[in-house]
């Protein structure tokens, strides 16, 4: 079989897959370049149609005509839990405990903080060795605050490392996914140990909201945090999310004691009190026009339920790596293979990975990378089709087998890698 004929019969293949899909006809709902195969939707998801329109209208007739009345109007008021319920829906979160606000750097600093105050005399967090760097960062900062100390943990260490620091520890706060790898933990059993010594478990989700079943309340989830411009396809610079367990509400006492979480915020009392149930967790006036263009975003979602999502991904990124099989392509594998333990994007290793991915975007295949080795390649499986995970392996294979990536051109770096 010739290799053109092998690249037939995989799209051949790729296109049953794609008629039979939960998914089918979602792809109609995002805006993209004919001549592009969006695999960074990991880092900042395509723009869905029905987002300009409501922008549009936010600008022109919301903000334009109605002015601070839209406060009240249009409930830009009530926006940031509205939008937080409908992101609770997407990871497993009954109504009332997700409020969208901030960026994931600082829920995150509330949530440390936070966890902190809800386990008083406990002085340890863990945390993954191998987070984003912002979550080591923030963790680390919030912990110096609060007087607690920071033990970095491989996630396949924790629960180990839980049962011995014991009645010592406030908290256990792990990515779902690996940010580089792909790697999905088993933050369920993460948290069932972090709750049999008597601590909480936070959850970041920013590389599973949207494309993993989560479960929040089903997994026993202390807190949580995600950002809203990876697979849920907000924009850039997206608000972020922070869940709160309905059980912790009452006592959440997050640091950033803003205006907007007072009980009372229009009394213009001068001493906080906090406002009940998840709306404590906001601070100061959101980015309204981010955060409504995020709602309607979510409306990609409508009718479909994480578990087709979640079986879609998984079946676009194995077809990617059964294409990749199939073509000969011979480049070490970051990602499990084995579905369970895969998130929704492949990853490969090639010591000038750089170059490797520069010379895929200039074919329109878009991906990015990841210090020191990594080819990161993200399936958002909304708008990333079974036909596109094949044309990707091939671009893969002809930008390897003709030595794309030493063209000179595809060493230099710009600001953003």
Partial sequence: MTTVQTHEDLIARAAEADAASPLRGTRDLFTLPDDVIYLDGNSLGALPTAVPAVVDDVMHRQWGERLIRSWNEADWWGAQTRVGDRVGRLVGAAPGQVVVTDSTSVNLFKAVIGAGRLRPGRTVVLTDPDSFPTDLYMTESAAALAGLEVRRVHPRDAVTAIAEAGEALALASYSSVDYRTGELWDLRAITEAA?????????????????????????????????????????????????????????????????????????????????????????????????????????????LSPADVRAASLSVTGTFIDALDALGVDLPLATPREPERRGSQVSLRHPQAFAVVQALIARGVIGDFREPDIIRLGFAPLYVTHVDAVRAAVHVQEVLDGREFERPEFAERGAVT
Avoid at 197 to 225: P, T
């Fill in 195 to 303: 709750h049999a010594v008597g601590a909480l478990a936070c959850w970041d989700l920013c590389h599973s909201a949207g494309v993993i079943e989560v479960d929040l309340d089903a997994g026993g989830a202390d807190l949580a945090v995600g950002c809203g411009y990876k697979y849920l396809n907000g924009g850039p610079g997206a608000p972020a999310f922070l869940y709160v367990a309905t059980r912790h509400q009452d006592d959440f006492d997050q640091p950033l004691t803003g205006w907007q979480g007072h009980a009372h915020p229009f009394e213009m009392r001068p001493d906080y009190e906090a406002a009940p149930g998840i709306t404590r967790a906001r601070v100061g006036t959101p980015p309204l026009l981010s955060v409504l263009a995020l709602e309607a975003a979510l409306t990609a979602y409508d009718g």
